[in-house]
């Protein structure tokens, strides 16, 4: 399907239903509320929903947004590469996508038309090259999110999918009214004094070996009960061993809540590769991120891993 | 003076001294070593000077360079607003700088000959425009010396002097060996063991008031002391208590070391005036980010800044 199509699909359907993945980001918010404009601009009837309310922090993406009561004739989903990560409360629309427009090359191809380009740097830049190619017009808060999911999944154009066309991107959506300050500050700064206590915890426990090229975390069940903080707050972390500068390897450990044993994420820089070190557990992943389980107490399990970390050093 | 006579200037002086400012960031170092490939090219003799060694986190800048003994004749300023910036090691050059290239508006043209452009994001950024305008050989390393200028300087593309040119900047960059993922893990995600204590014990410590909307960190004497960490890892740390959530003022109490009392750092968001609350107390700044200085006990400031607060948010 390409965008002269995509854009006839729009126009020849209506009352569309925009799904978007759970636990949502920027990327997967923005490219809801921005289809929702463009279809709205178009003439047609659309809501945007997703497996939970939308958090707060997302709500200058839904400015002007109204919420209408119609039976959706259409399904559409947006940056979702898996029906299974729609959640429980959309799960009734898993068989019945219409359309997914989506970036991730992993995309498992459940809708019954797919757009996906695997290059490109957010499912927002998805839509502003369709939105470009098609002249569809570019309002204020269509800018505003196509540039929140372009940032959102680059990280603020620091991680290795940023590409020259996403910083293009962001050049010209610079020239509409999106105030990216503020939607960087609430994207990447702040944090909720729960997610600070977490960090704070973490990093204080925070254990160093072989001269600093291993850093480790370990989040057991005591660790949690002890700060009282909600339990989502301790997603996350696995990036905060490797901050530590002369680290090579940062490992995370943390504790089952419902059985023995912990699960490990592994973050390396050049040259450990993440990957080969899971796999010796049974797990894997990338080569500088993966992950594997592994049982034992932790004393026990954190001498498995010491002992697997010396060999890979070579120390 | 223009980018032609800029390089009628580097084609006329030989036996270059190139001076970079105190407390060495991205953007100076970057400036430095750029400059330095672009005289090589022009087969000039050229060193990077600073007031200390240069951190070996920016290491990556200096592939190539080459240490020679010359007696300096040109003496050229990259990224330093005023002279007293050099630092004392590079003082006897306070009064010899041929020329400064800047983007600093506060520049205070102490330089012979001075390029400055405030609307420019980094000083990278002006060396960049002189390297295309001229068809200057870009080479990976200037590129990368340019790029780690420009995410220094914007927060890797965060801050409000981020500027679409800043963003296509990047972008033509990026058509080089950069491994801007790499300079921007070194720039803005690694920290030493030190810094993480020190965050980590400020963030345990943080006061919460007014609702959420005021959080204060103190960094006492004894807190200090207590972390045995250098002194060093203390700065910049006023940026923290506003990443919390619902935060609208966060302040940053700092007891003085040689004396009584404390000075204060102020950071704020809409509509909160950090100059405004500042000036109360003898001081000012921006309307974001503001300072002053406040004498007596932690609890006698802390009651002052307090109650000064609370009128600010009218609680």
Not at 223 to 243: N, R, Y
Not at 286 to 313: F, P, Q, S
Request: with cysteine; hydrophobic share 40%; proline share 3%.
């Amino acid at each position: 399907m390409d965008f002269k199509e995509l854009k006839r699909f729009f126009e020849t359907h209506d009352d569309y239903l925009i799904l978007t993945h759970r636990n949502p980001d920027g990327d997967t918010v923005g490219s809801g509320f921005a289809l929702w404009n463009v279809l709205r601009g178009m003439g047609k009837r659309a809501k945007v929903v997703n497996n939970e309310p939308f958090p707060s922090r997302y709500d200058f993406l839904y400015e002007g947004y109204e919420d209408s009561e119609f039976s959706p004739r259409t399904i559409v989903a947006v940056d979702v590469a898996d029906k299974k990560l729609l959640g429980d409360t959309l799960s009734e629309y898993e068989d019945k996508v219409e359309l997914c427009i989506d970036h991730h090359v992993s995309n498992k191809g459940y809708a019954k038309q797919t757009i996906v380009d695997g290059n490109a740097s957010s499912a927002t830049l998805v839509l502003y090259r369709f939105i470009r190619d098609q002249g569809i017009p570019l309002t204020d808060i269509i800018a505003k999110c196509i540039y929140t999911g372009l940032a959102t999944d680059t990280g603020c154009f620091k991680y290795s999918n940023t590409t020259p066309e996403a910083h293009i991107a962001a050049a010209e959506l610079m020239a509409y009214d999106i105030d990216f300050v503020n939607v960087n500050r609430r994207m990447f700064d702040i944090k909720s004094i729960g997610r600070m206590t977490v960090e704070s915890a973490v990093t204080n426990e925070m254990e160093h070996y072989f001269g600093g090229k291993c850093t480790m975390i370990c989040v057991t069940k005591a660790l949690i009960d002890q700060t009282g903080v909600d339990i989502a707050e301790f997603d996350g972390l696995a990036s905060i061993p490797l901050q530590v500068e002369g680290a090579v390897i940062g490992i995370t450990l943390r504790e089952h809540r419902d059985k023995a044993g912990f699960k490990l994420s592994v973050r390396t820089t050049d040259p450990v590769d993440a990957s080969a070190f899971c796999r010796q557990f049974g797990g894997g992943g990338h080569i500088r991120a993966a992950g594997c389980e592994i049982d034992g107490t932790l004393e026990e399990v954190k001498a498995k891993v010491l002992e697997a970390v010396r060999e890979m050093l070579g120390e």
